[in-house]
Each structure stands twice: as C-alpha cells, then as structure tokens.
C-alpha cells in the first residue's frame, strides 16, 4: 500500500462511539473516550478507524438521525474533541474514516422543518413529498425498512413524505440538484478537517423512482432475510423503486470527483439490498471515478459461513466487477455478531479461522469493535432495549441492541472498564472473561491471534492486494492463489479434511500447518509457491 491506495486491502477498525469508551461518567461513549483508547486499536495492526455517526441528532436512531452535519452531538463532545481525536490517530498512523448519512436526515433538521412549510418555502423539494391517492391513502406501497409504510402523513403540507427508515429520518429528494451540492459541501467540511475518507451509510438508498411506481411482489421463495428479518413484510418485495436507482452513479461520481482533490482519501458504501447486491456493488466500485469500495451483506447474513457460500460470492464479485473492488465484514453494528450469528461462541477454533478468512480474501476488511474479543451477541432484556426496530418486532426479532453493549475493557466490575456510571446498555456478564485486559494476558487468546494474524498479513503483501486465482471449494475446503505466490486452504468444518499442496510449495512457518497432507477441523494453510 502506498500513502493514497491504502484503503486498498487495508483494514478498517469499527467504532460504536456510543459504546466504546465514556470519559465523563455519563454511560455514553464519547470522543474523548476514543482518543483514549487509540493506542489500544493502533496496537491491533489495523489501518484505520471508521467511527459510526457523532453529529449533533435527537438520538431517535442513536446518531443515524442527523439533525446539523456540520457539528458534534454534545453527547460525545465538541469539534475540538474531534480535532484532538484526528491529531492522536494521525501520530499512532491511523487514518479516521466518518459515517455520512446522506440519504435521510433527522426531522428535527432545519431543512425539513423548513421544507414542512410548502410551496413557498426555500427548501420545499428537499425531501420526497407526494399527495395521497384519492382515497387518502400513501401514494404507492413502498415499505420501510423498520416496519409499516414507507410514508408518513404531515397536516401542515397535507401531503405524505417518504422515509425508509424511521418515520422521524425523512428522506432526502437526490432528483434536487441543491440538495446533492448541500450534501457534497458536507463531505468538503469534514475533508478540509482531516478526516481520511468516509462510510456512506445506505448507499443504494439516495434516489427514488421519480415516478413512484409501485414495487412488485417477491416470491416467498425468494425472500432473504439478510436486511431485514424474516417478521418483517419489507421482505415480501422485490425493491425496484424505492432504491437501486441508475441515477445514483451519476451522484456518486461527483462525490469522488471531490475526494479526488485531496490526497489518500477514500470511501466505502453500505449497500443494503437482499437481492441485488453484490451486483450493485459491482456498479459502484467499477472503475476508478465512483466509489473506492463498498460492501453487501452477503458475509453479513444468517446464512452458515461454508466453502461453496464463499467461493461463490468471490467469484460473482470478480465476474461483476473485475476492477471493482470489496469491503468485506463479518459483523458491524447492525447484525446479530458473528460469533452468535455463526455459532462458533463455543469453537475457538473455528472463531480463528473465520478471522482468518476474512482477512485473506482479495478485498479490504472491516472489524467490529470487540469482535477480536469473541463477543457473542449480548442478551438485552425488554426493559433494557433502545433500538426500535427491537421494539417494533420483539421478541421474533431483538433488534441491534445486542451487538452495541458497551466494550469490556476489564473484568473486575459490572461496568467492565466502560464507565464510572450506569452504561446506556447494561454489559453481559458473559462478556466479562472474554475482556481485553483478560485476553492480553494469555497468548493464546483471540485477541492476541488477531494481532498476530495482522502482523503475517503485513508480511505477506500477497494477501493485501494482490489477485485471487484458482479459487475452489472441495467438498469443506475452500482454496485460493493470492498474487500467484501465495496458496491459501481452509477448511470450514469440524472433521478433518485432505489438502494437496502445490507441487513444491513451502508451508510458511508463520502460517498453519499441515501434517499429513490434512486440514485439522477449522484449520488453514499458508504456502509459499514453488520458485516465488
């Protein structure tokens, strides 16, 4: 990686603020809380941080609801919290990336309260309005994503608005070219602050069919669960309208088109779509005037992590988007983690061996703060909760609660080295053991295979940006080349399995080995090839 590529292959830390480290006492996470804490993340080997939403918002949807774009929620701090927090991160060599949400704003920001008041007013076709069908009704059947119609009456306007998230996220109008200019001087704002680049929040969500079609019904049999869960009747389309729109590229390209004046800056979107994916993904990352890299939820579903999954899901990306390139996650702040979600709480083996895959596969990688821990998802009571998708759905679906408990630091007290009051999420006593202080005292422990694991992959720039080749799933084991001098096995089962290295290769000392030709049950290899 150079100093302007290195998001390519490059490792991104994920902060929760929320969760990760109070400083005042309040049970909140804050960016001071963070700064604090940066040596610890520096010292995982990752590239960078991501820091999920910090700006100033009602908290409907704990900073997914932004309310001013240009200034700090006093909940987490100040802007010269924030300065300090990029300075510190800049000295330990990490870059900081920021999660943009561009597609919705809180309707507590000036421009929909502006926009609320009509024809007249200056931001009028901000956000998307529509009057109802003659017989009262919304003016199509698009759903949102947390459950009911995707739209909302106002009496002021006497017209519907659209949100595909919470009725109080009202969605911006992208077809408003002033609105794409407010939005592209966002991004300036905090790029003229140091920030190295960003994480688009929804971005297959910016544009709606202006024509507000109606989105045909999906078949049962081709529901997926993976965005939303299965209680939810977001599941029972096929979402042709409501997102996906061709004339996002357009958007997105003046997005980069402005990063590209600074240097080493870099973008990865979320798409969020259970059918079209991956293909979007190829859209959006093809070529090098849109976005550097974004991810789908393929890695991020229910769906059991196996040879034959991965394999395809590698080889659809390259047919796609052979010059595109991947973001890859196993968990993040809105799935169930992975060590639940995969079952593997109870397996460290095969918790090592997921770690490893993701970091091996041709792409960059996010890490979900406390997922080099082993955290499983955390049992929030009902009494507890926060989320309100959890509420919505409780209790077929619990919501994202238990994947933004606050990080265990310590195992000494309940509050496990988070905070000095009561934290907004009360801390699992299963996660107590599994602490960071805990497992920097044993070598053998998870977190302690992560740093290792990032230290092999540094000395091996094979695995950070080099091509995949030959790639196959046999029967469990999952196979591939890296920049044609590296072969790389895993075996993605609890039996152990055959392997037949390459003629001549050299199993890497630093790597797994193979006795006998066979992969221990979740074990990998690494080997160098014969004549590289």
């Avoid at 590209?260 to 870099?266: F, S, T």
């Avoid at 990352?285 to 976005?291: A, L, Y």
């Avoid at 390259?318 to 010059?323: C, L, N, R, S, V």
Wanted: glycine share 8%.
């Amino acid at each position: 990686m150079t100093a302007n590529n290195w998001w390519r292959g490059g490792v991104i830390y994920q902060i929760y603020p929320r969760s990760f480290q109070d400083s005042t006492g309040d049970g909140r996470g804050d960016l001071v809380g963070i700064t604090q804490r940066l040596p610890y993340v520096a010292s995982l080997g990752v590239d960078g941080i991501w820091i999920s939403p910090f700006f100033k918002s009602p908290m409907k949807d704990f900073g997914y609801d932004v309310s001013d774009y240009l200034d700090i929620d006093p909940s987490f701090g100040n802007l010269a919290d924030f300065d300090a927090l990029i300075a510190t991160a800049h000295d330990l060599g990490l870059k900081v990336m920021i999660d943009l949400v561009l597609s919705h704003t809180s309707d507590q920001h000036p421009w929909f309260q502006d926009s609320k008041q009509g024809a007249g007013a200056d931001k009028s076709n901000w956000y998307v309005w529509a009057d109802p069908k003659p017989d009262g009704n919304p003016p199509n059947n698009w759903l949102s994503i947390f459950g009911g119609p995707a739209w909302h009456w106002d009496g002021k306007r006497q017209q519907y608005y659209l949100h595909n998230f919470l009725a109080a996220q009202p969605d911006l109008n992208f077809h408003e070219p002033a609105v794409q200019d407010a939005l592209l001087n966002v991004a300036r704002f905090w790029l003229d602050r140091g920030v190295d680049g960003f994480r688009l929040d929804t971005i297959n969500f910016y544009f709606h069919d202006a024509q507000l079609r109606d989105n045909p019904p999906l078949a049962p049999a081709d529901r997926n669960s993976s965005i939303a869960p299965a209680v939810n009747p977001y599941n029972h389309q096929n979402h042709l309208y409501d997102k996906n729109q061709p004339e996002n590229l357009v958007f997105l390209e003046r997005l980069r088109a402005l990063m590209d004046q600074y240097e080493g800056r870099a973008a990865v979107g979320e798409v969020g779509d259970a059918q079209y994916g991956l293909e979007i993904v190829a859209q959006y990352t093809k070529g090098d005037n849109r976005v550097h890299m974004c991810y789908a939820f393929d890695f991020l579903s229910p769906e059991k992590l196996t040879a034959d999954k991965t394999a395809r899901v590698l080889t659809e990306f390259g047919d796609k988007a052979p010059d595109g390139w991947p973001c890859w996650a196993l968990s993040n702040h809105d799935v169930i983690r992975h060590a639940t979600r995969l079952k593997t709480s109870d397996n460290a083996a095969e918790r090592r061996l997921h770690a490893a895959l993701l970091l091996s596969m041709r792409g960059s990688a996010c890490i979900y703060q406390g997922e080099e821990l082993g955290l499983g998802e955390a049992d929030v009571p009902f009494d507890k909760l926060q989320d309100p998708y959890g509420i919505e759905f409780w209790p077929e679906f619990k919501g994202r609660d238990g994947c933004r408990t606050p990080m265990v630091w310590t195992s000494g007290n309940d509050n496990a080295g988070f905070s000095t009051g009561i934290p907004w999420l009360p801390v699992d006593p299963a996660h107590l053991p599994l602490s960071a202080e805990a497992q920097e005292k044993s070598p053998d422990s998870l977190l302690n295979f992560y740093r290792h694991f990032m230290a092999f992959r540094k000395s091996h720039p094979a695995l950070i940006d080099g091509e995949i080749s030959k790639l196959a799933a046999n029967d469990t084991v999952l196979s591939f080349q890296r920049g044609g001098d590296l072969f790389c096995a895993f075996n993605l089962s609890d039996e152990s399995r055959p392997i037949s290295l390459p003629k001549g290769a050299q199993v890497l000392a630093s790597g797994f080995a193979a006795p006998d030709n066979t992969l221990a049950p979740y074990g990998a290899v690494f080997a160098r090839l014969n004549g590289a």
